[in-house]
C-alpha cells in the first residue's frame, strides 16, 4: 500500500540525510531539508503530546477548556521513529525534536561554512550506493522476507499463551484510586481519593459536579498487541484460548488484508409461490393444506468478491498443500483474515479449496505477528515456533515436528 512504500522513502531519506550531514553533501540543500523535515516532526509530536491536556469532547484549539495532562487523552502514546526496538512517549520526541532544532538553524545559518569529506564524486557515489542498499534492505523486511531481527511482541519463541495471561491478569488488578471532580458553575477542580469519595460522594451532588476523569493504578504489566489479540470465528465466538490452549502443532495463515474488487450481482431465480387453506373434516378437525400456485421470477442481489489472481495463488500454491499435509498428521490449520465478513472468506474458499478453519481478526495486530500477507506461524501450545513470509515456506516436508 502507499502507507509501506511512503514509510520506506522516510527511512531511506532520515538515513541519507544523517549520512549527507556527516559528509557535508550538498550543503545548502540538505540543510534546509534537515531544517524543514524536522519542523514538521517537532509540529507533529508537539501537537500529539500537546492532545494530553485536551479532554474529551474539547476542541484542540479550545484552549481556555485545556485541563490537566492526562496520558490516556492522547490517540497516539508512542511516537514510533525506532518502532518496537525503543519507544519513545510523544513528550520525549517533542522535547528531542526541539533540542535537533538547534542545530537545524545553525546548518541553514551557516550551510557555507559546513565542513565537507572527500571529494564530491565520492560523496556522491556513497549517499547513492547507501540509499540503493537501504532500499533493498526495507523491501526485504516484507517483500521478500520478514526482518531478521524481530522486537515485537511475537518474535520466534514468545509464549503468547502465557504473556496473553500475564497481561490480561495485569489489567483486570487495576483499581480505580481517585476521582476528578469540576464544578459546573466555577470551573474548579478537585480530586478526591477513592475512599474519600465513596464516603462523602452526597457532597458533591451531579446538579453541581461531574466526573471528569478516574485516575487508576498502573497495571503491573502494559498492555500490548498480544493482550489485544482476538481470533474470532465467522459465528462470532473468540476462539484465541483453543488455539493457545492446542498441544499439538498448529498452523496460522496471517493474511491482514485481502485484495478484491467487490461488485453486487443480481440474480434471476424461481420463487415457488403456494396457497395455505384450512380444510375441516367430518370430525370438525382443521388442518393446513399447502398448495402450489405459480412459480414467480425472482431478483436476488448478492455482493461476489473478485480476488487478486497474486493473492489467490499464493493461498492456492502454499497454503492450501499446507492445510492438507497438516490434516492428514491431525494438526489445525487456521486462515485468520482482517476486515473480511464470513461471505467473502466463503467466496474465498472456493476459491482456494484449502479446508482450513477461517477466523477474523484486527489487522493492526495481524500486521504486528507477521509481515506477509499472507504469512504462515507455527504454534505449539501457546508459543511461536517459527514464522515465515509466504516466500520463505520451505513446506511442510521439510519443517521440524
Not at 71 to 98: Q, R
Not at 155 to 160: Q, R, S
Not at 227 to 235: H, I, N, P, V
Request: some cysteine; hydrophobic content about 45%; glycine content about 6%.
Amino acid at each position: 500500500s502507499v502507507s509501506i512504500y511512503f514509510s520506506v522513502g522516510m527511512i531511506i531519506l532520515e538515513i541519507v540525510l544523517g549520512l549527507a550531514l556527516i559528509l557535508g553533501a550538498f550543503p545548502k540543500l540538505t540543510s534546509w531539508i534537515f531544517f524543514i523535515l524536522l519542523a514538521f516532526f517537532t509540529f507533529l509530536t508537539g501537537f500529539t503530546y500537546l492532545t494530553g491536556y485536551v479532554g474529551e469532547g474539547v476542541n484542540f484549539f479550545e484552549f481556555s477548556k485545556w485541563g490537566a495532562f492526562n496520558e490516556n487523552n492522547m490517540k497516539v502514546k508512542d511516537c514510533g521513529c525506532f518502532g518496537d526496538f525503543i519507544k519513545l512517549k510523544p513528550k520525549v520526541s517533542f522535547i528531542k525534536d526541539c533540542f535537533l532544532m538547534l542545530p537545524a538553524l545553525y546548518f541553514v545559518l551557516k550551510h557555507k561554512k559546513m565542513h565537507q569529506l572527500f571529494s564530491p564524486r565520492t560523496r556522491t557515489i556513497a549517499l547513492t550506493v547507501t540509499a540503493i542498499g537501504l532500499l533493498i534492505y526495507c523491501l526485504s523486511n516484507f517483500k521478500w522476507d520478514i526482518p531478521h531481527a524481530d522486537f515485537r511482541p511475537f518474535k520466534v519463541g514468545t509464549d503468547v499463551k502465557a504473556q496473553r495471561k500475564a497481561e490480561l491478569d495485569a489489567q483486570g488488578s487495576i483499581q480505580v484510586i481517585a476521582f476528578k471532580l469540576k464544578n459546573r458553575a466555577s470551573g474548579k477542580v478537585v480530586e478526591l481519593s477513592n475512599a474519600v469519595y465513596m464516603k462523602e460522594w452526597k457532597s458533591y451532588p451531579k446538579e453541581e459536579w461531574e466526573v471528569i476523569d478516574q485516575v487508576s493504578s498502573k497495571p503491573a504489566l502494559e498492555l500490548s498487541k498480544i493482550g489485544e489479540m482476538e481470533f474470532t470465528s465467522l459465528q462470532g465466538e473468540d476462539q484465541t484460548d483453543i488455539i493457545l490452549d492446542d498441544a499439538n502443532n498448529a498452523f496460522l495463515i496471517i493474511a491482514h488484508k485481502l485484495y478484491a474488487d467487490a461488485k453486487t450481482v443480481s440474480n434471476v431465480v424461481q420463487d415457488s409461490i403456494f396457497t395455505i387453506d384450512t380444510l375441516t373434516n367430518d370430525k370438525g378437525e382443521e388442518s393446513i393444506v399447502r398448495n402450489f400456485e405459480r412459480l414467480e421470477e425472482k431478483t436476488v442481489k448478492s455482493v461476489q468478491h473478485d480476488f487478486d489472481s497474486d493473492q489467490i495463488n499464493d493461498f492456492k500454491e502454499i497454503v492450501s498443500p499446507l492445510a492438507a499435509k497438516a490434516k492428514e498428521k491431525g494438526m489445525k490449520t487456521y486462515i485468520v483474515a482482517g476486515g473480511a465478513d464470513p461471505e467473502m472468506l466463503a467466496q474465498l474458499e472456493e476459491k482456494i479449496q484449502s479446508g482450513a478453519t477461517f477466523l477474523t481478526s484486527d489487522d493492526i495486530v495481524l500486521k504486528t505477528i507477521v509481515r506477509s500477507n499472507p504469512g504462515i506461524v507455527q504454534m505449539k501450545g501457546g508459543k511461536i515456533v517459527n514464522k515465515w513470509h509466504k516466500s520463505k515456506f520451505p513446506g511442510f516436508d521439510k519443517l521440524p515436528m
